[in-house]
């Protein structure tokens, strides 16, 4: 197979054509498939449904702290929760807040908390400035919604093998006085699957930041989400890290259920320092008079351990992992001996980050959604939604089925050769 | 039984030493009592374990509308759960949004949108100068908690027995742009049990405020909590009334099923015209990517429809109508003939309100607190905690047994009457 750029306009006009017929056929067909959605398949879900049977009207409803579960109380959750929380991201269960349903309700409510009443008795961001966020791109949309919903300027730091830019985070961070935080998914992140190295942990725990009142905003939403048993990433557990290096309050970490157990109906968490959980549980005694204790001790009682939960993505990961292997094989075959996009096979997470020719994203989307198939909007992974060079799209293989997804791909792979033909023949 | 105030100097030295000698054998008790919390009892929380097994594991997870309840999406509310609630307020189900666990963080959130984002693009609240609330009084101590957290500045509004001086509230709303907001409870309010009468809440309807971000926080905490079955109070609903005064916009209303199944573990609601819900879903798709729908689901399959939920709440008034009975009896046998006190026999909600002869509040409070008996802090039912006659106690009978509850009750008169003693000897 010859690469798309060494071929001649000849070739390329004969390989247009016939990819235009193709797609013309495909078009015809009336599909309606989605790969955009970072949403569980309906039978990872099945999978937690023996939770719905854990707590009945003849359970013991309480804690092991003697609160009863159903009455008010808890603002910051069971110590129950906490310590299943705990060994999801490796921290002690005591640097542990059990909120409700959402960690993203979680990050957004952490935000508008610093923006407006400061942070650990900092004066509000609000009244400092135009205070900024370093964003390392590609990465999650709905952080970089948050920071501009909150009139936050963001600043892009470019993503590498290892994790983000060290260099251009140090330099902001311990320069700018109005650098407060950094948006990080340090593990499967969100959309490459990148996995921040022991060294670039080391490094963001050893930041000297500028600004007394920065944080590390470190959303660890994909910690237990691999795909493989055998080859499974881990990293440095950041608070403990951040303490041994003397910046014990630098960051916040969050987590939640979500793609555990079931999306909306999970449990979700931050974890901290002393000082931070401190400032924070003075604020969230405003907020609410605690979160939903019942639905912590179902998923106690159905997991009991973080060796039980372990156990249950393991399921999970045998109903995904076919699905990132399938379009792993089939990008393999018929993309990159092309020579018309990379990506990188994940270990773990939701997603796939496919980079085409540059130019080519929003094209490759649109033509996608013409014929049927849906993918997650170009630009989404930056913020203000504008990808500079136009080459990145987010693939999310786990809602559809492996049939239907294939059908996609196929699609997918199509139009991807169609619009880098096109790419190629504007030159 | 002699009026205090008719007794001459020698009768109440005589009446002061042998309540004295009373007190101190009750300090010896060692009792440790609580009136102070509004908190269903277990046996009340019982009533609801049933609804621990209308889902599982075996369960149908369709909403209505096609969507599967164990995965993401629904930002307001399924349509089942906004039916529901619906009921219980008396609206129409296209004018509420269903929310997480609990209506005071719903408030928090809507105080604090408008603090900073602003109400259906007004200018934002923290812009606009040092804002107002007008607050009636006593009143919900938490209310209070969230507008002081905001900096809002608090003006107590006096309240009569069908409601809150609505001369004074007209003169406030509809001349001063900066009176943003009332916090009402205008079914059984909390403390004093009052409810609004028909003309009360037609002159809420019909304010014609200066500021046009003005809202009226119509918080019917207490709609379907009523003590008995044939003498309910009905209050007119106000979303309808605002819309027929041509002011469709200007109330904000919340509920929750805290205290109709379980506390922290019920749902929270908010109701209010399509202007308004839409300005408040175009903040909410920041801040989450929806609530429970499997607890909302959960309580629609246990009540199906606002009479199951009625039908419950008539079981729990079996449960708490004895506790409110006993209390107003002691009351009236020991407080009411010796003219030291005064109160009002609710009909329904959480709270008997107190009134002690003037300065004598927080010497009962604390006098209680030394004989074990914990009541509610004096002053908390009002903003900034001040109590200007210092004479208002609220008092929590639902949660202590009612064996409990008749001790308290006991220590209490006895303590009622020292301090009144006391207060008289001074003159």
Not at 87 to 115: F, H, T
Not at 204 to 227: G, S, T
Not at 331 to 345: H, S
Request: contains cysteine; proline residues 5%; aromatic residues 8%.
């Amino acid at each position: 197979m010859k690469k798309y750029q060494e071929m001649s306009r000849e070739e390329l006009v004969a390989e247009k054509e016939a990819l235009e017929a193709e797609y013309q056929k495909i078009k015809e067909q009336g599909l309606a498939l989605d790969m955009s959605r970072g949403k569980p398949a309906a039978d990872q879900l099945d999978l937690s449904l023996p939770m719905m049977d854990v707590l009945n009207s003849k359970s013991n409803f309480k804690s092991e702290n003697g609160m009863d579960l159903r009455n008010y109380g808890c603002l910051d959750g069971i110590p129950e929760a906490k310590r299943l929380v705990a060994g999801m991201i490796g921290c002690k269960p005591e640097n542990v807040i059990i909120y409700g349903n959402s960690s993203l309700n979680v990050m957004y409510d952490q935000i508008a908390r610093a923006m407006y009443d400061g942070i650990c008795g900092n004066e509000p961001w609000c009244k400092q400035g135009k205070v900024k966020f370093l964003c390392p791109v590609p990465g999650y949309d709905r952080h970089f919604a948050i920071t501009e919903h909150f009139g936050i300027e963001m600043i892009p730091i470019e993503m590498h093998a290892d994790g983000p830019d060290m260099d251009a985070v140090e330099s902001y961070v311990n320069n700018d006085p109005l650098v407060k935080g950094i948006w990080c998914v340090p593990k499967y992140s969100n959309p490459q699957g990148v996995v921040y190295s022991d060294e670039v942990v080391r490094r963001f725990a050893a930041l000297k930041p500028a600004a007394k009142d920065f944080r590390i905003f470190w959303d660890n939403a994909y910690a237990v989400h691999h795909l493989y048993k055998d080859n499974q990433a881990q990293i440095l557990e950041i608070l403990s890290e951040c303490e041994k290096a003397g910046n014990p309050d630098i960051v916040l970490e969050f987590c939640s259920t979500s793609k555990v157990t079931f999306p909306g109906s999970g449990i979700a968490a931050l974890a901290a320092s002393e000082a931070n959980l401190a400032d924070i549980r003075s604020q969230l005694t405003f907020q609410t008079i605690g979160y939903d204790k019942l639905n912590q001790m179902r998923h106690v009682a159905y997991f009991h351990d973080i060796d039980g939960l372990n156990a249950h993505m393991e399921k999970q990961a045998e109903l995904i992992r076919p699905k990132f292997e399938m379009l792993n094989e089939l990008l393999t075959k018929e993309i990159a001996p092309r020579g018309i996009g990379t990506w990188v096979n994940p270990l773990g997470g939701y997603f796939i980050c496919f980079e085409s020719l540059e130019g080519c994203a929003k094209e490759i989307v649109a033509k996608c959604k013409d014929a049927g198939v849906t993918m997650t909007g170009a630009g989404a992974p930056f913020p203000y939604g504008s990808d500079p060079k136009d080459n990145v799209i987010r693939i999310a293989p786990t809602f559809p089925s492996l049939e239907n997804l294939a059908k996609a791909a196929e699609v997918f792979v199509v139009v991807v050769r169609l619009v880098s033909v096109n790419k190629l023949l504007e030159k």
